[in-house]
């Protein structure tokens, strides 16, 4: 998977592409992990179009996330999310936690 983060304005947006697994565990917290340290960053926006699948390891780190992103005031939006990524969020109920945004 490959990650890449952007900052424009006070928007912050990390891309992702391929497998969304425990095997990025690392450099997702990391991507995170910076722009919740930046004070310029106001939201953090997940492009999730890349993302062709996602498993359990995945919803823990966007709970993870986003739960981190709330202690620093910084809502989290999920972007681009295709049918199949979008069906394993709502089984998980996500939508309660996270505005998310579906491709088209």
């Known amino acids: 998977m490959a990650i890449n983060v952007q900052i424009v ?3 912050a947006r990390i891309s992702m592409t391929g497998r969304f697994d425990f095997s990025v ?3 997702f917290k990391n991507a995170y992990t910076a722009l919740l340290m930046n004070a310029a960053v106001q ?3 997940i492009e999730m179009s890349g993302v062709d699948y996602m498993d359990s ?3 823990g780190m966007l709970l993870l996330l986003n739960e981190r992103a709330s202690e620093a005031n910084k809502p989290v939006i999920l972007l681009n999310v295709s049918d199949t990524v979008f069906q394993v969020l709502e089984t998980a109920n996500f939508s309660k936690f ?3 945004k579906r491709m088209g």
């Open 9 to 11: 304005d006070h928007s």
């Open 25 to 27: 565990y690392r450099d």
């Open 43 to 45: 939201e953090i926006a």
């Open 57 to 59: 390891a995945a919803l």
């Open 98 to 100: 996270f505005e998310i």
